[in-house]
């Protein structure tokens, strides 16, 4: 056990854990009504900007409308609408859509081999990490430790990320888990970006964990 925990914090999953919530899924199915516009009623949004969050783990939602709600990832879209969320209000959300399934995508055929390549391998010659390292063969993450799921996101939202984090952008000097994926991306081409995504958006339907 000792040594379970010791190497729990060499990975630095420990300081890294978002705290657990206790979301209410009924509650937080009747207050999504106010994100349908958007996320689309089961959180399947339509708009390929605006991410899909079914399925998401609830512990990544709780922390990203914290983050929001404060400010400290700005979502110009949601500041009106995140400013009326209680901390049970966040929790709910989070359990509600952590419920919901992620409806089925597909990737593009012409990107599937190079997207596969950096998902599994990553860039040897650029240090770009293997993205499976973290967020699992299939995509799914990892909660404890932080990893959200990228399966069957829309690929131009995940494109959209992964370019601002190689721009440098995260959620504050303090947050370690946003810093990680400025690293991951530092190096990425457009090309690697632009293949990764479409074939995470396809990872949908390519099995078990
Ligand atoms: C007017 C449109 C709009 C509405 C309404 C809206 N959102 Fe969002 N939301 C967005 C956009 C756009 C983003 C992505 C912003 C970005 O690219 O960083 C986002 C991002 C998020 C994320 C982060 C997802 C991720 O994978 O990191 C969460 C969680 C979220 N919204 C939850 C909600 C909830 C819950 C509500 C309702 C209380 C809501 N949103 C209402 C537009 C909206
Ligand atoms: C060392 C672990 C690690 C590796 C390797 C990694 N990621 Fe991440 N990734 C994270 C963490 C942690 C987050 C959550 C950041 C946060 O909560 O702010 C994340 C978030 C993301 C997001 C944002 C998801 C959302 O819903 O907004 C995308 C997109 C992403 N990663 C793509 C990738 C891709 C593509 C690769 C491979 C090139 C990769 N990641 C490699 C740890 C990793």
Same mark, same amino acid.
């Given at each position: 056990m000792k040594l379970l925990i010791k190497s729990a914090l060499l990975l630095g999953l420990f300081a890294a854990t978002p705290a657990l919530s206790d979301g209410d899924i009924a509650s937080g199915a009747e207050k999504a009504s106010m994100c !349908? !516009?958007?996320?689309?009623?089961?959180?399947?949004? !339509?708009?390929?900007v605006w991410p899909k969050l079914a399925g998401q783990h609830e512990a990544y939602l709780a922390r990203h409308l914290r983050l929001i709600k404060s400010n400290a990832r700005p979502v110009a879209q949601m500041t009106g609408i995140s400013a009326m969320l209680s901390e049970q209000d966040m929790d709910n959300l989070a359990a509600y859509y952590a419920s919901q399934e992620a409806a089925p995508a597909v990737a593009d055929p012409a990107l599937v081999s190079l997207g596969e390549k950096i998902y599994r391998a990553g860039n040897a010659e650029t240090g770009v990490p293997a993205c499976m390292a973290c967020h699992g063969p299939a995509g799914k993450g990892n909660p404890l430790s932080g990893y959200p799921v990228l399966a069957g996101q829309h690929a131009d939202y995940t494109a959209s990320m992964l370019t601002r984090y190689r721009a440098g952008e995260n959620w504050g000097e303090e947050d370690a888990l946003s810093k990680i994926m400025n690293g991951v991306a530092e190096e990425m081409t457009d090309e690697e970006i632009a293949a990764v995504s479409s074939y995470v958006q396809g990872l949908y339907s390519s099995g078990t964990e």
């Open positions: !349908a !516009a958007c996320h689309g009623i089961d959180g399947n949004s !339509a708009v390929s």
